[in-house]
């Protein structure tokens, strides 16, 4: 992988929520695929003349990319239910440097039978451990729950690698039937997302609160909607009865998203907010997605776009024990360049998401690689990064 020296940055974001911004630094070092110092150019400069590249950052700011938290992966860069080809790709342009998958719901002829759900979660997981489009991470191989899965089979997935559960879309009589089999599923490793709010055009449950409470996942999928939103009171009980994570997806209502970052910002629960596409689905590919999101949560909320910014990063990778998302030495190197766009009213990213401007993204490095300059996706930046060696 080789090491590369990313500098001149004006804004370092951290992709913490406690401490968004990383001070009196300007400069990010990457080798083997690893961030190993952050800070001053004057500090770092034989690293920076040692590298095997400089990305220029050019004033502009200096981010861990996206993570979009709830992906409709299938197998390959390929969406049957859109028949869309390359899409992963094309959210790599839109910032997104890991996808979770939610499950591999639209595969065609899903299995319902118990070998084949768990040949299919094992064959998703082990096909993305090899495959990076557009250099793209995907942490695929979700476990459907079917009522017919045994204890054994938690433990068998868990030795083939796979550590994502969902519940949501077996055929289960009653949703607290899947109590159990969750209580495994989380004792052998893995991170369960249960679907909530109404049911999808996947055909799944319509799960409330109460239900929540009782199968007590580690993540409350889109509680704005997926796309049918959680009610208030449902949200309030969740917040005030559970420790569990609360997903905000674009492809839900954004009135609840608002709400809901307002009432955690009440109880203090903001760590519990994570950022995720639920993509591609009825609403289309949105290579967008996350960064829209990110986007509206930072011009309508009391959240400043930096603190935003750590929903669809840090805080993602805290429920999901992922070694990405911070600029911080040890984390992998996923990094965004990204400036306010042109013609806007904003002179930096973080201002242009404070009135509501998309960012033009200007490079997009995964595995301390730059994979692109200049974002197909997003508008021009300002002041575009520059790529030596």
């Not at 495994?184 to 449950?205: D, L, N, P, Q, R």
């Not at 580690?218 to 559970?242: F, I, K, M, R």
């Not at 290579?287 to 949560?297: G, I, M, R």
């Not at 990405?324 to 040890?330: H, K, P, Q, S, T």
Request: some cysteine.
């Amino acid at each position: 992988m080789g090491t590369l020296a990313v500098v001149d940055a004006g804004t370092l974001v951290s992709g913490d929520l406690t401490h968004p911004l990383i001070e009196a630094a300007d400069t990010v070092l990457c080798a083997d695929g690893v961030i190993t110092a952050v800070g001053r150019v004057e500090e770092l400069a034989q690293e920076v003349a040692e590298a095997d590249q400089v990305l220029s950052a050019a004033g502009a700011t200096v981010a861990p990319g996206l993570i979009d938290s709830h992906g409709h992966v299938a197998f390959g860069d390929y969406s049957p239910r859109q028949k869309a080809v390359d899409y992963l790709e094309g959210y790599v342009h839109g910032g997104i440097t890991r996808t979770i998958s939610a499950g591999e719901v639209h595969v065609p002829g899903r299995p319902r039978d118990r070998e084949g759900v768990k040949a299919l979660a094992i064959a998703a997981r082990a096909s993305y451990d090899r495959y990076r489009p557009g250099g793209m991470r995907v942490h695929a191989g979700n476990v459907l729950l079917e009522p017919s899965l045994t204890y054994e089979d938690f433990g068998h997935l868990a030795r083939c690698g796979v550590w994502l559960a969902k519940f949501g879309f077996g055929a289960y009589e009653k949703a607290r039937d899947g109590v159990e089999q969750i209580r495994w599923a989380k004792e052998h490793g893995s991170v369960v997302m249960c679907h909530a709010g109404g049911a999808s055009a996947a055909g799944s449950a319509s799960l409330r609160a109460d239900d929540l409470l009782a199968l007590d996942p580690t993540v409350c999928g889109h509680a704005n909607g997926g796309p049918t939103a959680l009610p208030d009171g449902d949200v309030d009980l969740l917040l005030s009865e559970s420790g569990m994570a609360l997903q905000l997806v674009q492809a839900g209502s954004l009135r609840a998203a608002l709400r809901i970052v307002d009432r955690a910002l009440d109880t203090g629960a903001e760590a519990r907010l994570v950022v995720g596409s639920d993509t591609p689905s009825g609403f289309g590919v949105m290579p967008l997605a996350v960064l829209k999101t990110v986007v509206e949560l930072s011009a309508l909320s009391a959240l400043e776009p930096a603190r935003a910014w750590a929903l669809a990063t840090g805080n993602v990778a805290d429920v999901w024990g992922l070694p990405a998302g911070r600029l911080r030495v040890g984390a992998e190197a996923d990094l965004l360049v990204l400036d306010a766009p042109l013609g806007s009213a904003a002179t930096t990213a973080l201002d242009a998401m404070a009135i509501g401007d998309m960012p033009g993204i200007s490079a997009v490095v995964t595995d301390g690689v730059p994979r692109f300059l200049a974002s197909r996706n997003t508008p021009r930046a300002a002041r575009p990064a520059k790529l030596d060696g």
